[in-house]
């Protein structure tokens, strides 16, 4: 089993609908848990953390289920923009060690 | 405020030649990751830095492979005897001492033909 997992998609919805993301993770030991995005040829960017009590940014929700090991990324009222690459990233370092494991990536794509 | 810097953006070899790709991260920034990606594939870890340390080198795919952060700041990985396998984007990321999220740099596309 991977590390980390994600349904690589795509997930091609349409505007204004709402679609959700998951991602499981195996180490249970796993400290924090973040969401990047990533367009076509560029860099991952940080869309955001995830806490352990739920965090909400706009649009855009993440949660934490500790117990059964995922993360989820939910979007709502989609916009053509939001067309990217949404990838996992699991960091299971202790101390100051940081061990850092991306998911694959689930592909969005919003159409009109 | 600069982001991470890595150069060059594009960097084109023929097979068997070494390259060497260098990443500057955010001032202060404590960890210095370094990734490769594929095409169509998440990021896919090499080694990792806390300051000049090397805490990490489990990803490197073979000995040709190498990384160095001399003074805790720049990093450079070289890669020598370049094999077409090694065509990727190699992203570097920095980050904040712990758990902190990190901010990559555009990347360096590497072509070896």
């Known amino acids: 089993r991977k590390e980390v997992e994600q349904d690589p998609g795509p997930f091609n919805v349409p505007e204004g609908a709402t679609v959700a993301f998951n991602c499981t993770y195996s180490n249970s030991a796993s400290q924090s848990f973040f969401w990047y995005r990533q367009d076509c040829r560029k860099e991952p960017k940080l869309l955001m953390s995830v806490y352990s009590s739920g965090n909400e940014d706009g649009r855009f929700t993440a949660q934490l289920n500790r117990a059964s090991q995922y993360i989820s990324l939910l979007i709502r009222d989609s916009k053509l923009s939001d067309s990217a690459t949404y990838l996992c990233v699991v960091n299971s370092g202790s101390g100051g060690y940081q061990k850092v494991t991306f998911g694959t990536g689930t592909k969005l794509q919003v159409i009109p | 405020g600069a982001g991470v810097s890595q150069s060059p953006r594009y960097k084109v070899a023929k097979r068997g030649q070494d390259v060497a790709l260098r990443c500057d991260p955010i001032s202060g920034h404590v960890s210095l990751f370094w990734y490769q990606q594929a095409l169509g594939q998440g990021p896919e870890f090499l080694t990792y830095?806390?300051?000049?340390?090397?805490?990490?080198k489990s990803g490197l795919p073979s000995d040709r492979f190498f990384a160095e952060r001399p003074e805790g700041s720049v990093s450079t990985l070289k890669i020598q005897r370049t094999q077409q396998e090694d065509s990727a984007v190699y992203l570097c990321?920095?980050?904040?001492?712990?758990?902190?999220?990190?901010?990559f740099g555009d990347g360096t596309r590497l072509s070896i033909l």
């Open positions: 990321a920095s980050s904040l001492a712990g758990v902190s999220p990190q901010h």
């Open positions: 830095f806390q300051n000049e340390a090397q805490l990490d």
